[in-house]
């Protein structure tokens, strides 16, 4: 397959399945053989892997939406910039529900074979999305203070420094 089709394969899943959280669509855009490599080697490989993933990600943010910000190609490797908003409404990483409204920035990589993607490896901002959350990510838990500082929720949602 040329570049630019690669290229639209996977703006295709991240806009109708990613952004729009049609998981019946999975088995269009991921191969039997996939493999998420942020997942590991226990996740196992084909789209249940993804499916997973998704159904975890919508059960943390049901209104989670996705906008690509850039999209390049090289081969068999497409590079997608994206960024994601969503209101946290489930656990993620036993942190309960804060109903903050997070925004995460990221970078896919995926590969495509056959008009399917075949692996994948992502970058995203976690660490901001933890104290998007009013989690210290040093100390790992709600509301925790390190070295005088505490993380304290504003209206908007979005946690604060206190001193």
């Not at 081969?75 to 910039?81: G, K, S």
């Not at 908003?85 to 656990?91: K, N």
Request: with cysteine.
């Amino acid at each position: 397959m040329s570049i630019e089709q690669n290229k639209a394969i996977v703006r295709r899943f991240y806009t109708e399945v990613v952004g729009k959280g049609d998981l019946s669509r999975i088995e269009v855009f991921i191969a039997p053989d996939y493999v998420d490599h942020a997942a590991g080697p226990e996740a196992g490989r084909g789209p249940a892997v993804m499916r997973a993933h998704l159904q975890a990600l919508r059960q943390t943010f049901p209104d989670f939406t996705l906008q690509i910000e850039d999209i390049i190609a090289e081969d068999d490797r497409v590079v997608t910039r994206v960024s994601g908003r969503g209101t946290h409404r489930g656990e993620w990483q036993r942190i309960n529900p804060t109903e903050a409204v997070i925004h995460v920035r990221g970078i896919n990589i995926d590969r495509v074979v056959d008009g399917r993607i075949v692996e994948h490896w992502v970058e995203a901002d976690t660490m901001d999305m933890l104290c998007q959350m009013g989690v210290d990510p040093l100390a790992g838990r709600l509301g925790a203070q390190r070295g005088g500082n505490k993380l304290r929720r504003r209206k908007s949602g979005k946690a604060k420094r206190r001193r």
